[in-house]
């Protein structure tokens, strides 16, 4: 009996010990969960009961160089959801029916959307308000108290289409920048979500009364470009003439730059695309065949005509570089006088380490030349001449002070860098040939800065594309400061080049792009587009107006296979003559020339915007202007059709003879 009552206690006691051992864990437990996940678990017990919709903020505004026209702006649009738990269970049915009529969905898809056990689901984004107002009609006829939700939204558009393609860019579907200016400033362009939060259970039933939070999403910054929209529109039109006329197979650009500042005031590649529908084929060729092309195959042409050439593509400069020789030369006190006659002796070709290398007129010796002929005749052997008198460490020096061996800095995504040979690998031959523009690569926005800090009178001044940001809230103007990065030539070589380069334009190879009144100068290139390519590349490099120059232009040209050939001053210089004609009006740059002002007769452009494309065609052919209609057709009713828009703009100073583009 004794043992008995000994073993009851026994198993009391440790009955006992086991409950207080259990309390300890239980309150261990909940001390760790109170106070270190406490926390944490508070987070995700909010983030489970609250319901948040998205709100996204308008994304900034961008601006031309005016500050009045819009490049690329964000409308109010509205997204579609729905809370399946709060959609009573008899309006299922009719609400997927309703939601698929409206917005041209598949009815079983969204029924399957409204019926699913989770907290939202999205219907339709970015829907234009007509359609949600019928929703909205609907909801309140058929008593539908919740379930359905229809939030602002922001859509992306861009009022002018194609223009400036490749330096704006694009957004994607959630409103985030993925090239060009869109993508390089995202951060001040996307502003801030804000959210509509609510308070819910696992099925998203409303939990308690405390009813929506609003929280307001904060716009994103505008942004003023330094691109001119006149001037775009002009270059663009020019480019795109060039490109069809000689048949260049693999595009072109066009880059307009002031060297004073670094502001690019135009900068267009042909083909461009319609950044309202960057994913859809771009040329009439490939709409016929793009339902029938590999997911690879159009994503390989999407990206090509997404690319801006002009800052992402390398090429050989050709004789446009022999501006850079001369600059080096002279500021080298190799040659001091540009203008001494029989400094330089052409024979048709030059000897370099055992290889003799020809000059492009070869066949007919250009004999006795000054610095000044030789450039004007962009004569090869006198530029390798040049070369070897500087030597190699000397050349590359020069390379480097004009900033040819790094990357611009330009304020866009993607930009490639040169491709020179080392300088530790280059011997004479690798010397000659880069003394008169080939076997190295650079971007086209490389040379036009090159080039700018000629103009300027020796600074190299670092591009830009964006020169003001306005804060949203505030309306607060940041400037963008110009970057001025080293002096590479003293005013005088400048001043001398300048004065040969007008030579070319006046009396030589660049004499196409001479424009009546006007002061320009210029250096033409003709380049192999590669080795044994058959392909060439033509350009043009421009300076205006030479007293006080203002305005850079280069025309670059990729395989012009056309019956004017690939010649530089045949087929690129006419263009950067067509360009000059147009924006140094515009730009109310003084003419130097008075005599040849008299010569062309000036005239002001008519406005022609809201008559009949007939009628216009009378107006501008009265005025000695020529009419060029865009997308025009066969089926095209002149006599009713109505003129939309103007390039140049009305009240702009032309050369008679000018064309006018003209848009319905």
Same mark, same amino acid.
């Given at each position: 009996?004794?043992?008995?009552?000994?073993?009851?206690?026994?198993?009391?006691?440790?009955?006992?010990?086991? *409950?207080?051992?259990?309390?300890? *864990?239980?309150?261990?437990?909940?001390?760790?969960?109170?106070?270190?996940?406490?926390?944490?678990?508070?987070?995700?017990?909010?983030?489970?009961?609250?319901?948040?919709?998205?709100?996204?903020?308008?994304?900034?505004?961008?601006?031309?160089?005016?500050?009045?026209?819009?490049?690329?702006?964000?409308?109010?649009?509205?997204?579609?959801?729905?809370?399946?738990?709060?959609?009573?269970?008899?309006?299922?049915?009719?609400? $997927?029916?309703?939601?698929?009529?409206?917005?041209?969905?598949?009815?079983?898809?969204?029924?399957?959307?409204?019926?699913?056990?989770?907290?939202?689901?999205?219907?339709?984004?970015?829907?234009?308000?007509?359609?949600?107002?019928?929703?909205?009609?609907?909801?309140?006829?058929?008593?539908?108290?919740?379930?359905?939700?229809?939030?602002?939204?922001?859509? @992306?558009?861009?009022?002018?289409?194609?223009?400036?393609?490749?330096?704006?860019?694009?957004?994607?579907?959630?409103?985030?920048?993925?090239?060009?200016?869109?993508?390089?400033?995202?951060?001040?362009?996307?502003?801030?979500?804000?959210?509509?939060?609510?308070?819910?259970?696992?099925?998203?039933?409303?939990?308690?009364?405390?009813?929506?939070?609003?929280?307001?999403?904060?716009?994103?910054?505008?942004?003023?470009?330094?691109?001119?929209?006149?001037?775009?529109?002009?270059?663009?039109?020019?480019?795109?003439?060039? *490109?069809?006329?000689?048949?260049?197979?693999?595009?072109?650009?066009?880059?307009?730059?002031?060297?004073?500042?670094?502001?690019?005031? $135009?900068?267009?590649?042909?083909?461009?695309?319609?950044?309202?529908?960057?994913?859809?084929?771009?040329?009439?060729?490939?709409?016929?065949?793009?339902?029938?092309?590999?997911?690879?195959?159009?994503?390989?042409?999407?990206?090509?005509?997404? @690319?801006?050439?002009?800052?992402?593509?390398?090429?050989?400069? =050709?004789?446009?570089?022999?501006?850079?020789?001369?600059? $080096?030369?002279?500021?080298?006190?190799?040659?001091?006088?540009?203008?001494?006659?029989?400094?330089?002796?052409?024979?048709?070709?030059?000897?370099?380490?055992?290889?003799?290398?020809?000059?492009?007129?070869?066949?007919?010796?250009?004999?006795?030349?000054?610095?000044?002929?030789?450039?004007?005749?962009?004569?090869?052997?006198?530029?390798? =001449?040049?070369?070897?008198?500087?030597?190699?460490?000397?050349?590359?020096?020069?390379?480097?002070?004009?900033?040819?061996?790094?990357?611009?800095?330009?304020?866009?995504?993607?930009?490639?860098?040169?491709?020179?040979?080392?300088?530790?690998?280059?011997?004479?031959?690798?010397?000659?040939?880069?003394?008169?523009?080939? @076997?190295?690569?650079?971007?086209?926005?490389?040379?036009?800065?090159?080039?700018?800090?000629?103009?300027? =009178?020796?600074?190299?001044?670092?591009?830009?594309?964006?020169?003001?940001?306005?804060?949203?809230?505030?309306?607060?103007?940041?400037?963008?400061?110009?970057?001025?990065?080293?002096?590479?030539?003293?005013?005088?070589?400048?001043?001398?080049?300048?004065?040969?380069?007008?030579?070319?334009?006046?009396? #030589?190879?660049?004499?196409?792009?001479?424009?009546?009144?006007?002061?320009? #100068?210029?250096?033409?290139?003709?380049?192999?587009?590669?080795?044994?390519?058959?392909?060439?590349?033509?350009?043009? *490099? #421009?300076?205006?107006?030479?007293?006080?120059?203002?305005?850079?232009?280069?025309?670059?040209?990729?395989?012009?296979?056309?019956?004017?050939?690939?010649?530089?001053?045949?087929?690129?210089?006419?263009?950067? =003559?067509?360009?000059?004609?147009?924006?140094?009006?515009?730009?109310?740059?003084?003419?130097?020339?008075?005599?040849?002002?008299?010569?062309?007769?000036?005239?002001?452009?008519?406005?022609?915007? #809201?008559?009949?494309?007939?009628?216009?065609?009378?107006?501008?052919?009265?005025?000695?202007?020529?009419?060029?209609?865009?997308?025009?057709?066969?089926?095209?009713?002149?006599?009713?059709?109505?003129?939309?828009?103007?390039?140049?703009?009305?009240?702009?100073?032309?050369?008679?003879?000018?064309?006018?583009?003209?848009?319905?």
């Amino acid at each position: 009996m004794i043992i008995t009552k000994l073993s009851n206690k026994k198993k009391m006691r440790n009955a006992l010990f086991i *409950c207080f051992l259990i309390m300890l *864990c239980l309150i261990g437990r909940i001390g760790y969960i109170q106070f270190i996940q406490g926390d944490e678990l508070s987070t995700l017990a909010y983030q489970q009961q609250t319901l948040d919709r998205n709100i996204n903020p308008k994304r900034g505004t961008i601006y031309d160089a005016t500050s009045k026209n819009v490049l690329a702006v964000s409308s109010t649009v509205e997204t579609v959801t729905v809370n399946p738990g709060n959609i009573r269970k008899e309006d299922k049915e009719k609400v $997927a029916k309703k939601l698929s009529e409206i917005f041209e969905l598949d009815y079983e898809k969204t029924l399957k959307k409204v019926t699913k056990r989770s907290s939202i689901e999205t219907i339709s984004k970015k829907v234009d308000k007509d359609k949600t107002d019928e929703l909205r009609v609907w909801i309140e006829q058929n008593n539908i108290s919740s379930g359905i939700n229809i939030d602002e939204d922001t859509k @992306r558009y861009y009022p002018y289409s194609t223009l400036a393609s490749q330096i704006i860019g694009f957004c994607g579907s959630d409103n985030q920048g993925l090239d060009g200016i869109e993508a390089k400033y995202d951060t001040e362009l996307k502003g801030k979500q804000g959210a509509i939060q609510r308070h819910t259970d696992a099925k998203g039933g409303e939990i308690g009364h405390e009813g929506e939070n609003y929280v307001a999403a904060i716009d994103g910054n505008d942004i003023v470009l330094t691109i001119d929209l006149t001037i775009q529109s002009i270059v663009e039109k020019y480019l795109e003439e060039a *490109c069809i006329d000689n048949v260049c197979t693999d595009g072109g650009n066009i880059v307009v730059m002031n060297p004073q500042n670094g502001d690019i005031l $135009a900068m267009a590649t042909y083909p461009s695309y319609n950044l309202n529908s960057p994913y859809e084929p771009y040329t009439e060729e490939l709409k016929e065949v793009w339902d029938s092309l590999e997911q690879s195959e159009k994503t390989k042409n999407l990206q090509a005509v997404w @690319r801006n050439k002009a800052i992402a593509d390398t090429y050989e400069p =050709g004789s446009v570089f022999k501006v850079i020789t001369s600059s $080096a030369a002279l500021e080298e006190g190799v040659v001091t006088d540009i203008d001494k006659e029989g400094q330089f002796c052409c024979t048709g070709s030059i000897e370099v380490a055992g290889v003799r290398i020809k000059c492009w007129r070869h066949y007919r010796p250009h004999g006795s030349e000054s610095l000044r002929l030789a450039l004007m005749n962009s004569c090869n052997p006198v530029f390798i =001449g040049l070369g070897q008198k500087l030597g190699v460490q000397k050349y590359y020096s020069y390379l480097n002070k004009f900033r040819l061996l790094e990357k611009t800095g330009i304020d866009l995504p993607g930009e490639a860098n040169s491709i020179f040979l080392a300088e530790n690998k280059a011997g004479p031959v690798e010397l000659a040939t880069i003394s008169f523009g080939q @076997r190295f690569e650079i971007t086209p926005i490389q040379l036009v800065t090159a080039v700018s800090a000629i103009a300027n =009178g020796g600074n190299s001044i670092q591009p830009r594309l964006v020169k003001q940001i306005i804060n949203s809230e505030t309306k607060e103007i940041t400037d963008i400061p110009v970057k001025v990065n080293s002096t590479v030539i003293s005013k005088e070589t400048s001043e001398k080049v300048l004065s040969m380069m007008e030579s070319v334009v006046s009396e #030589g190879t660049g004499k196409n792009a001479k424009v009546a009144g006007y002061r320009i #100068g210029g250096k033409t290139g003709t380049s192999e587009d590669g080795v044994n390519t058959n392909k060439y590349v033509t350009s043009f *490099c #421009g300076v205006a107006p030479i007293d006080n120059p203002q305005v850079v232009v280069l025309v670059t040209l990729y395989n012009p296979t056309g019956e004017g050939g690939h010649q530089g001053g045949g087929v690129a210089a006419p263009v950067g =003559g067509q360009v000059f004609s147009e924006i140094l009006p515009y730009l109310e740059v003084n003419q130097g020339n008075q005599e040849e002002v008299e010569q062309v007769e000036q005239i002001q452009t008519p406005d022609v915007v #809201g008559k009949s494309i007939s009628e216009v065609e009378k107006i501008l052919k009265e005025n000695g202007l020529i009419t060029v209609i865009e997308n025009e057709t066969e089926e095209l009713d002149k006599e009713n059709t109505i003129v939309k828009d103007q390039t140049p703009k009305a009240g702009i100073t032309v050369n008679s003879g000018s064309k006018i583009y003209i848009g319905y």
